[in-house]
């Protein structure tokens, strides 16, 4: 049944790239939500982070979702800061491509976000998801406290029956306590509203989730 990790990753053989002090550069608006990329955010809302392979396709899942008031792109999960995306394609930094999903909790419970999660790419690939092969291709769940970390352990086994019952194997999803959230390039914010025919290689399984979205 999934995997559980009590830390950051480290790349194999302990080499990862030292970073560097200085932040991404944010832009100063979602393009498609009109909202603030970067905290402060709105007063009442919560924060979700999600991996679940390439991030321009994850994100656009997000931002079309009912409640959700801005997301953003970046890395989480690994050991060096303020990573450069082609330092997170050499999988010496141990992140993961990683939305951060900003939403208002009256509208959209974090079982939806789950749900949305679970449905909108193959959880049981290990490293990879698809055609896109590396680590920080993994699906992972990095949980803002306890609530957060029994919903998502909670939504796993359930969706692991379903998986199971549809034929799939084990899912490998990283369920852990989320570290530093480290912004990505301005050019991969909101990538495919830019770019209307840009790739995107997400795939979901075709089978429902059995949490969340149900009112």
């Keep these: 049944m999934g995997t559980m990790s009590g830390g950051p990753a480290r790349p194999r053989g302990g080499r990862a790239l030292p970073g560097r002090a200085e932040r991404m550069v944010v832009p100063s608006e979602h393009v498609v939500l009109h909202a603030s990329l970067a905290a402060p955010f709105p007063d009442g809302t919560e924060t979700a982070l999600f991996?679940?392979?390439?991030?321009?396709g994850a994100e656009r899942h997000f931002y079309r979702t009912p409640g959700v008031v801005s997301t953003a792109v970046g890395y989480a999960g690994g050991v060096t800061p303020n990573p450069t995306y082609e330092e997170v394609c050499t999988g010496l930094t141990g992140h993961a491509e990683t939305v951060l999903v900003v939403f208002?909790?009256?509208r959209v419970t974090y079982d939806d976000l789950l749900r949305v999660f679970w449905e909108n790419h193959d959880p049981t690939?290990?490293?990879r998801q698809g055609a896109d092969v590396g680590t920080q291709y993994r699906s992972a769940v990095f949980t803002r406290g306890e609530d957060q970390a029994r919903?998502?352990?909670a939504s796993r086994d359930a969706y692991q029956q379903e998986l199971s019952r549809s034929g799939y194997g084990p899912i490998t999803t990283e369920i852990q306590p989320a570290g530093e959230f480290y912004y990505a390039e301005a050019y991969h914010q909101q990538y495919l509203a830019k770019n209307p025919a840009g790739y995107c290689g997400l795939g979901g399984t075709g089978v429902a989730?059995?949490?969340?979205l149900r009112r």
């Design 151 to 153: 919903a998502a352990e």
């Design 51 to 56: 991996a679940m392979g390439c991030f321009w």
């Design 104 to 106: 208002d909790p009256s």
């Design 125 to 127: 690939q290990g490293m």
């Design 209 to 212: 989730c059995p949490v969340g």
